[in-house]
């Protein structure tokens, strides 16, 4: 090759991008160092504006210096996607025993909830919760005790933490127990199961002491 006749091409690859000088070997020659700053302020500028992308710089053979300095945007694939918050993971509550069984003095639990037909989570926390305070006699009802009579009435769960948030703020038929996982029957709980769902506990209580 004859020095200023042969064609030359120079190519930078580094992290931000690609980098291209092309023309003559003299001219390369001659605009090396020139290009070097170009291509230093070129990243820099890049960086402090947040690009990650491909940065060109082209020269022609040409009597002038560089001919054009091209600053190309980074593709959708390669800009950074917006922060976004981890999804709130409500927590791993396990069933707690609790007598669900028929006894003299109280029907099981399956046969209270056939009677009471709850149609929605809401209803089936306020069955739940009904039975384990009118019939266990318990003051209150923890979340697991809940996932108890799901399994015993063999119903898909949902999320108890936010079925009973939901009820407290919407439905009112329960209230925050003394613990985070822990609720209590309202009054008006206790009024929608008793009289506003279709079974009725006195329909019970006629049934056991007059059996047909």
Not at 148 to 165: A, F, L, Q, R
Request: contains cysteine; hydrophobic residues 35%.
């Amino acid at each position: 090759m004859s020095s200023g006749t042969s064609e030359a091409r120079f190519t930078i690859n580094v992290k931000e991008g690609i980098v291209e000088l092309e023309g003559k070997e003299s001219f390369v020659d001659k605009h090396l160092d020139r290009f070097e700053e170009i291509f230093k302020a070129a990243v820099k500028e890049a960086i402090a504006s947040g690009i990650r992308g491909k940065i060109a710089l082209k020269t022609q053979a040409a009597p002038s210096a560089l001919s054009e300095v091209q600053e190309v945007s980074a593709t959708p694939e390669q800009k950074q996607a917006p922060a976004k918050h981890a999804p709130r993971v409500a927590p791993a509550l396990p069933p707690i025993p609790v007598d669900l069984k028929s006894a003299k003095d109280k029907p099981g639990l399956r046969e209270f909830y056939a009677e009471k037909k709850p149609a929605n989570h809401y209803e089936k926390a306020a069955v739940f919760a009904y039975y384990v305070t009118k019939f266990n006699k318990q003051q209150e009802v923890k979340y697991g005790e809940i996932l108890s009579c799901y399994e015993e009435v063999n119903e898909k769960k949902p999320s108890v933490t936010d079925i009973v948030k939901n009820s407290i703020r919407y439905k009112g038929w329960l209230e925050q127990g003394s613990d985070k996982f822990s609720t209590r029957l309202t009054i008006s709980g206790e009024n929608f199961v008793k009289f506003d769902l279709p079974g009725k506990e006195q329909d019970y209580a006629r049934h056991q002491s007059n059996p047909t």
